[in-house]
C-alpha cells in the first residue's frame, strides 16, 4: 500500500507513526497539496493528506480512519481497544489533539494564505483559545498517569505526540512546555520511540 502525504502535516505523521509502530510496510510518497500541479484529487477529492491508496487502488482517508484501519490489519502492537467505553476514550482523546493541530492549522493558514489585511485578529484568537484549551484539557487528563489511556501506550499517546510535535514546530513560541509539565515528560518519553525519531516534522 502508499501513504500519500508530507513531511510537516501532523495528521500523515499520526498515521506514519501508527504504520511503524504496527510495523507495516508501505510506499510513502511525497505530495505537495498546496501546489498548483497537486494531484492529491485523483485520490482524495477533498484535496488532503494523508491518503492511503491501497493494493488494488482502492483509496482511504482520514487520518481516523486510516489509523482505524491499520489497527485491524495486524495483532502487533494493538492500538485501539476492541470496544465500550475504552474505546470511545481512545477516540476522544484523538478528537480533542486532532483538534489542537486543527486550530493551530486554521492560524497558520491565515497568517500565510490571507493577505495581511484580510486576516482577522479575532479569528486568530478564537483558535488560539482552542489550542490553549485543549492543551490545558489533555495536560490535566494525563496528570500523573505514564500514557494517556493509563499504564498502556495506545493511538491516544500517537495523536498527542504528533499535535504538540506540531505546535512546537510551527509556534515555537507557544510554550506549552513549561505550562504542562505532563506533556512535555510524556513527549520526551514518546519522543524517544523509534516511531517518533523517524517522522519528526520537516519543512
Ligand atoms: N481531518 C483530516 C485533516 C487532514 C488535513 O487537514 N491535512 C492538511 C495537511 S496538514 C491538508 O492536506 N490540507 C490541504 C487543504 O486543506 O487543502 C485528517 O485527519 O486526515
Not at 482505524?68 to 467505553?85: A, F, H, N
Not at 486576516?119 to 487528563?141: F, I, P, T, Y
Not at 500514557?147 to 507557544?174: E, M, N, T
Request: proline share 5%.
Amino acid at each position: 500500500m502508499k501513504l500519500i502525504g508530507s513531511l510537516a502535516s501532523p495528521f500523515v505523521r499520526k498515521v506514519r507513526i501508527v504504520l511503524a509502530e504496527k510495523k507495516l510496510d508501505y510506499e510513502f510518497v511525497l505530495e505537495d497539496v498546496w501546489s498548483p500541479d497537486t494531484t492529491i484529487s485523483q485520490s482524495n477529492p477533498l484535496g488532503k493528506v494523508p491518503c492511503l491508496v491501497m493494493e488494488d487502488g482502492g483509496a482511504m482517508f482520514d487520518s481516523r480512519v486510516i489509523v482505524e484501519y491499520l489497527d485491524t490489519m495486524s495483532p502487533v502492537g494493538k492500538l485501539i481497544p476492541q470496544g465500550g467505553r475504552e474505546r470511545a476514550s481512545i477516540k476522544v482523546w484523538e478528537a480533542l489533539a486532532d483538534g489542537v493541530a486543527e486550530a493551530g492549522i486554521l492560524v497558520r493558514l491565515e497568517r500565510t494564505q490571507r493577505a495581511a489585511e484580510r486576516q482577522s485578529d479575532d479569528w486568530v484568537e478564537r483558535q488560539l483559545g482552542k489550542v490553549r484549551n485543549g492543551m490545558a484539557s489533555m495536560a490535566q487528563a494525563l496528570g500523573d498517569h505514564p500514557f494517556c489511556a493509563g499504564k498502556q501506550f495506545s493511538l491516544a499517546d500517537v495523536a498527542v505526540g504528533s499535535a504538540l510535535g506540531w505546535i512546537s514546530f510551527r509556534f515555537p513560541d507557544i510554550d506549552w512546555r513549561a505550562e504542562h509539565e505532563s506533556l512535555a515528560r510524556l513527549f520526551d518519553k514518546l519522543s524517544e520511540r523509534p516511531s517518533f525519531r523517524d517522522t519528526v516534522p520537516l519543512a
